[in-house]
């Protein structure tokens, strides 16, 4: 499977939380990504993790309710989002940048250029 799959989005009331799931193969040295867009609003992107030692990197405004994390054992990579409010709600999507990077690199996780493998999204709706 080329494509991450995403899967977890759902309709929730604000405050709650959802846990977002990412399945990408067995990437071992890359960098993945969540991004969501909003209906009429452009692409945004969320939080990217490396894989090679799950360093983790967020944009400003999604330091403190969103968490990226991997289960390398399942090939899958999380994104928490607690404390869900309206302006959440979106199409999450999952990337991959297919190169692999040595040990320390650094992640963007907001230019969505830099990954070359997406999925197909997960719609998170949160009502008010």
């Known amino acids: 499977q080329v494509s991450p799959v995403e899967s977890g989005g759902g309709s929730v009331q604000a405050g709650g939380s959802l846990r977002l799931s990412c399945e990408a193969s067995?990437?071992?040295?890359?960098?993945i990504g969540w991004f969501r867009q909003a209906p009429g609003k452009e692409r945004e992107g969320v939080a990217a993790?490396?894989?090679?030692?799950?360093?983790?990197f967020y944009v400003d405004s999604a330091k403190g309710r969103f968490t990226i994390s991997q289960d390398k054992a399942k090939n899958t990579v999380y994104l928490q989002i607690n404390n869900l409010k309206p302006e959440d709600t979106a199409m999450y999507f999952c990337?991959?940048?297919?190169?692999?990077?040595?040990?320390?690199?650094?992640?963007?996780?907001?230019?969505?250029?830099?990954?070359?493998?997406w999925g197909q999204g997960t719609q998170v709706t949160v009502s008010s």
């Open positions: 067995s990437y071992s040295r890359n960098c």
């Open positions: 990337a991959v940048d297919r190169a692999m990077y040595a040990v320390g690199t650094t992640c963007s996780p907001s230019r969505a250029l830099e990954y070359n493998a």
């Open positions: 993790i490396f894989t090679g030692d799950g360093s983790t």
